[in-house]
């Protein structure tokens, strides 16, 4: 397979598994021409199953070096990280050079909103190995993609969520119901988590309709989210949270 037949797998993958839009489809595959460009500026063959950490490295060089702002090239890092675990993920390649490269470390204060570049970097973070792992992918795509407060999260429950016509009702500011539109992605994530995740737990009494629970079968708390919206941002290391606790629901859109 040459690197175009890779990369119309990994955009089928983005769509598919994914379930991505179709400009964050564009983008990923924007990120990964960058390093296509890097390979042609040096006149080299670019051969994905000999890329080793030491090219990476020189390629962040190249785009540091053509003027790329720190954050741009991680953004890029990290669509080139998405590409490579999706390689290994098929078994194209037989290691994955990106498993030890950083991407330029960013000193920022938090931004009014995430990015999403910024929003596909926490849920990568997250270990889909432990049984929480499908419950944070959930909230993270229910906070950015429906624009959910923090505290409307949290309170939502299953009757709330009506599948077939795919909407959900949050009780808002005021006591006053709205009424979302759920987004395909995070629509799926929701229906793995509550069916196959969910379902397994010793749910406490008084806490049956609620969505989002702990390991020990009670809501979850505004606190809980923020702390683990603050460590998968640590865990980026290009996401830095500085926001004391009231000021958690700047992460995402409101």
């Known amino acids: 397979m040459n690197t175009q037949s890779y990369l119309k797998g990994f955009k089928d993958y983005l769509k598919l598994e994914r379930s991505l839009a179709k400009h964050s489809i564009g983008a990923y595959l924007n ?14 063959e ?18 540091n ?15 080139v990280k998405a590409f490579f675990s999706y390689l290994m993920q098929e078994e194209l390649i037989a ?15 938090l931004p009014d909103t995430l990015n999403i570049y910024e929003i596909n970097q926490l849920i990568d973070a997250i270990d889909a190995s432990k049984p929480e792992g499908m419950r944070n992918k959930a909230i993270i795509e229910m906070l950015y993609g ?10 939502l429950r299953i009757s709330n969520v009506y599948v077939e016509t795919e909407f959900i009702k949050v009780i808002g500011k005021g006591n006053k119901e709205r009424i979302i539109p759920i987004g395909a992605a995070a629509l799926k994530l929701l ?29 979850l708390s505004r606190i809980s989210v923020f702390n683990l919206i603050k460590s998968l941002a640590q865990q980026t290391g290009s996401i830095k949270i ?5 000021y958690a629901i700047l992460l995402l859109p409101i």
């Open 242 to 246: 500085s926001a004391p606790i009231p």
């Open 191 to 219: 229906k793995i988590y509550i069916n196959e995740v969910r379902i397994h737990l010793d749910i406490k009494k008084g806490h049956e309709d609620f969505i989002f629970l702990n390991r020990l079968g009670s809501r």
């Open 46 to 63: 670019l051969i994905l199953s000999k890329v080793q950490l030491v090219d990476l490295r020189a390629f962040i060089t190249w785009l």
């Open 65 to 79: 070096e053509i003027g790329m702002q720190a954050n741009t090239q991680a953004r890029v890092i990290s669509g």
């Open 31 to 44: 990120d990964v021409d960058k390093l296509i460009q890097y390979y042609l500026a040096i006149d080299k």
């Open 146 to 155: 429906c624009g959910l407060r923090v505290t409307e999260l949290i309170e």
């Open 95 to 109: 290691e994955d050079p990106t498993a030890l490269l950083a991407a330029p470390k960013l000193t920022r204060k």
